[in-house]
């Protein structure tokens, strides 16, 4: 088994789940992402972390993720961005070995937010931890039945196409047209402000991916262009890859920056530098 699917094999195909800040109350996202959960019909253990609740959609609640007796793969943090450096540390001490971090307020707003979400990224760097994020909607596999995000869309439907975005709004409005064409899907996932999971690290795994026939990428910027290159060179000799870039102008450019914290960059740099690989459909 390739090294990369060693590192992503418990992130997309978790034994188990839990939820920090999963909540009784519907219109928070710990609810929403338990239901997701639920509604998909994932076969694993799911483990709600709540220091107020013993019961939270069914299923035991723990006060604290060091407190669950048995191992976790996969970590949903829905918590406020003040408390999820906290909880990352937590994930670390429990030896989890991938996070999902809904929250914004990281590097896409500020140098705090920056610093933030780089001793984030060192911690689980040092423990081994993949992270989804910050900054996402999540993530979905469905030939696990796993739904990792707060977009309750009930059972997946299994398709060949595989979709990585940056941003997503944009990422489940192609989802949504996917599944309304009767396509189905592999995986999506919401890369967000990439904390230590980069487009490219996706692109690899997924090149491995036996139910991925075709990857959508939906790209802001990119802060290490040249890996991403590599990457999208290598894969794009087996199976198709489809880019739409966006930050054709100066006011997307700025959107895109302000969203996830990327650089854009100049829109004919990407055009130049994508066309000699000879993949993909360029959105103008």
């Known amino acids: 088994m390739p090294d990369i699917v060693k590192e992503f094999e418990p992130v997309f195909f978790p034994k188990s789940v839990a939820i920090i800040g999963a909540s009784r109350t519907p219109s928070k996202l ?5 239901k997701a959960l639920i509604e998909a019909e994932y076969k694993g253990k799911i483990y709600p972390i709540n220091p107020n609740a013993e019961n939270v959609g069914g299923y035991k609640s723990y006060p604290s993720i060091l407190e669950v007796p ?6 949903i943090i829905s918590l406020p961005p003040d408390g999820v450096l906290d909880a990352v540390r937590e994930c670390a001490k429990k030896r989890v070995k991938g996070l999902v971090i809904f929250a914004s307020g990281f590097k896409e707003l500020d140098e705090q937010g920056a610093q933030t979400e ?16 910050p900054n996402t909607i999540g993530m979905m596999n469905s030939y696990c039945n796993l739904n990792a995000s707060f977009a309750p869309i009930g059972k997946l439907s299994k398709g060949d196409i595989s979709l990585v975005s940056q941003s ?3 990422g489940t409005t192609l989802l ?9 899907f592999s995986k999506y996932v919401g890369v967000g402000n990439r904390a230590n999971v980069e487009i490219a690290d996706m692109l690899l795994y997924l090149k491995e991916d036996p139910t991925t026939k075709v990857i959508c990428l939906f790209i802001e910027g990119l802060d290490k262009a040249r890996e991403f290159l590599q990457a999208a060179t290598e894969v794009a000799k087996e199976k198709a890859v489809i880019v739409y870039k966006v930050g054709k102008t100066e006011v997307s450019n700025k959107a895109a920056f302000s969203h996830t914290g990327s650089l854009a960059g100049t829109y004919q740099l990407y055009k130049a530098a994508f066309t000699p690989i000879m993949f993909g459909r360029f959105g103008y």
Do not use: F, T, W
């Open 30 to 34: 710990g609810y929403q992402s338990l």
């Open 70 to 75: 048995d191992p976790i793969d996969l970590v």
């Open 118 to 133: 780089k001793e984030m990224a060192r911690i689980c760097d040092e423990a081994g931890i993949k992270i989804i994020g």
């Open 168 to 170: 997503g709004g944009m």
């Open 176 to 184: 949504s047209y996917i599944l309304e064409e009767n396509l189905g």
